[in-house]
């Protein structure tokens, strides 16, 4: 029997418990407030700024939105940064990605000061995080952390196979699952004999942007499941695993739709609130 795990449910748990921090932080005047940046049209990612804004509103907080069109320069954007790195009502900055190919993600996102970075994407943010320091972390990767946290997924002492080395998602999720313990092993698409790898893992997180690219020759019976992969199909959304040839194999795994992505914007909230309390707290992922 395989569980499906309601990532849904678990985000709109974090997502009241951010609102209820949020209204008590009101009556002592402050509200967060979180500036997301779109550059051009891309229609997946107006879909997801679109869902990070009533997300933000819903929480009580404060939405502040820049929308700079496809052909915007390097300094057309650093200049909307640098403003709303100065305004004292912006908690948190995020730069959607992908961007237009004339501009440089990593030297963009690097304006960002690492106080407001709650993307946790600035070079200082993942210096912080690969040496095991307070600071704020990515979101996907986060919401991963707190939604095996929710299911009651020992991470210590588990061996966890990512696969993907992107930097939104496997780099920073490697670097987290250590932190917690976890003995963890790295592949991606290129990697020659993935089953090998995969096989012996209790947890396969997969973020590769390869649609299928697991199915049950490469997971254990068993095993936790983790699909970060979202494709647009004839059939509907799909993720980077074969979730139907997956059933009684995989012990749990995440659907495609309502199971990681949401985690990623109620992980964008807490780190939000986490942001406008200025560090006087310890960073935690929200369980
Ligand atoms: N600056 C960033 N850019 C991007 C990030 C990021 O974390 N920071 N991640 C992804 C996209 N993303 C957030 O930006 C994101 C992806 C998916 C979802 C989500 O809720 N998906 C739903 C399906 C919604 C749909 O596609 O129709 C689900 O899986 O249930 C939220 C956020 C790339 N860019």
Redesign the pocket.
Known sequence: MTTTID??RI?RRIRQQVAAEVAAAALSGTVPGLATILVGDDP??A???A??RRAITEAGMRDFHRHLPHHATHDDVAAVIDALAADPEVSGI?????LPVQLDAATL?DRIPVTKDV?G?TTTSLGLLARGEQGLR???PSGIIALLDAEGIALKGAHVAVVGWGE??GRPLTHLLLSRGATVSVAHEHTTDLAAVTRPADIVVVATGVPGLIGPEHVRHGATVIDVG?H?TSAG?RGDARTGELIDVAGRIT???????????AI?LANTLYAAERGTRPYTVPV
Request: aromatic share 2%; proline share 13%; hydrophobic share 55%.
């Open positions: 990532g849904a985000a997946a990612s879909v997801y700024v869902a990070k995020l730069l959607q990605l992908p996102i993307d994407l990515p979101c996907t939104l998602v979202i647009r959304l659907p495609v739709p309502g199971g990681v992505g949401p985690m990623t914007i964008l």
